[in-house]
């Protein structure tokens, strides 16, 4: 006998399970309750904390562009969308902008996507190496073909805050969030019934939604269900640079270096190789990339990054999806009460709000509603037909 029944269980309460509970609270269709489990309320431990806060527009598939379009609008909104009690929460969304580079190699590669995201409406500029030179005066364009800009809609927010008002606004709509795990899927042949969880409590329910990060394919493995999810550790590295570097956007160089401003500061990182990129939860930073790539990519790329100094680092977890690094969204087919928000790779957190709206809408609606994600449905995962993203970083 179950302890609780819900409509809706939330395997995950971070920022994609708290969108998808914000938004299936606050859609008048749905008078239905709904748990949220989450095994770290202190959230110190998720990606969703450890992320470095991007949001951009510069992918190259059409329903990526879509999914950050509805993004950007959204955090525009959130004061008011998520205010309580009076209290309007700030996310904090910097527009600096995305900046990839590309070498005489990558320029076919950087043309194309730029035509798919002025075709979906995303305001990118592209800039010859005279152009960079001339509007930032601290590029060094050796090397460089050319660079494509964001003009709007991209940059960086506070990964906690958004986190926090999506989860305060959905417990003041009724949302409850039980500080646990789930230890137990319950089938019933073509149908999920319910979880058990790590505290002794089972919950029956009709709908579970799959929202647990890099621990999703454990939880789907718990369903009898297969998800080629893994978790991949990340590190940002944090560095102090004497001379200014005025107006820097969120640089991505040929080789995938990427650095940000942070305050006073500056952030950076970078993917390893397939071969050093191993299945892996803890948290402990390695160095090794920095020293050996970053730093000196950043030294060519930026003069005065030759003179920073290394003050701070933290290691997180992507929810690597091994197929293709695109999300994996909807309902299985043989099991349609499962619902997958996972996958993200790295970018679950500037996908959170039309994620949180379209898996609430498949909830109440049965079908995708407001934006077409069924190109990120499980039926490619089945087919082993990857849906790929030219731009992952």
């Not at 030179?133 to 906690?160: C, S």
């Not at 200014?244 to 160089?253: E, H, K, Q, S």
């Amino acid at each position: 006998m179950a302890d609780a029944t819900y409509d809706v269980v939330i395997a995950g309460g971070g920022v994609v399970g708290s969108a998808i509970a914000y938004f299936l609270a606050a859609d008048p269709a749905f008078a239905g309750t709904v748990a949220v489990v989450e095994r770290d309320p202190s959230y110190q431990t998720g990606s969703t904390g450890r992320s470095a806060g991007g949001l951009r527009q510069q992918f190259s598939t059409p329903v990526n562009i879509r999914i950050s379009r509805f993004g950007a609008d959204f955090l525009r909104a959130v004061p008011d969308l998520l205010a309580v009690d009076g209290d309007r929460p700030d996310p904090a969304f910097r527009e600096i902008g995305y900046l990839f580079l590309a070498s005489a190699a990558g320029l076919s590669v950087l043309e194309s996507n730029l035509a798919v995201q002025r075709a979906e409406g995303a305001h990118i500029a592209r800039l010859d190496p005279a152009d960079l030179a001339a509007r930032f005066p601290w590029i060094n364009v050796e090397g460089i073909a050319a660079g494509a800009l964001g003009l709007r809609d991209e940059g960086y927010l506070d990964p906690h805050a958004l986190l926090m008002a999506l989860r305060r606004k959905a417990r003041d709509l009724g949302a409850v969030y039980l500080g646990d795990a789930v230890t137990a899927v319950a089938r019933d042949g073509g149908r999920i019934t319910g979880v058990t969880l790590a505290g002794g409590a089972h919950l029956a329910c009709g709908t579970l939604v799959n929202a647990a990060g890099a621990a999703a394919a454990r939880v789907a493995a718990m369903a009898g269900l297969d998800l080629p999810v893994r978790p991949r550790k990340r590190f940002v590295y944090v560095i102090d640079c004497r001379t200014p570097v005025p107006g820097l956007p969120l640089t991505i160089d040929t080789n995938g270096v990427w650095v940000r401003p942070e305050g006073a500061q500056f952030i950076c990182g970078v993917s390893p190789p397939a071969e050093a990129d191993p299945d892996c939860t803890d948290f402990e930073v390695d160095e090794t990339l920095f020293h050996d790539v970053i730093w000196p990519t950043l030294a060519h790329r930026v003069p005065a990054f030759e003179a920073v100094k290394l003050v701070n680092a933290w290691a997180g977890h992507y929810a690597y999806n091994t197929l293709d690094q695109n999300a994996v969204l909807g309902p299985h087919p043989e099991v349609p009460n499962f619902l997958f928000a996972n996958g993200f790779s790295g970018h679950g957190l500037q996908q959170s709000p039309a994620v949180g709206r379209g898996i609430a809408e498949w909830i109440i609606h049965g079908a995708w509603r407001t934006l077409d994600l069924s190109p990120l449905g499980y039926a490619r995962i089945v087919a082993g037909q990857p849906l790929r993203e030219a731009n992952v970083v």
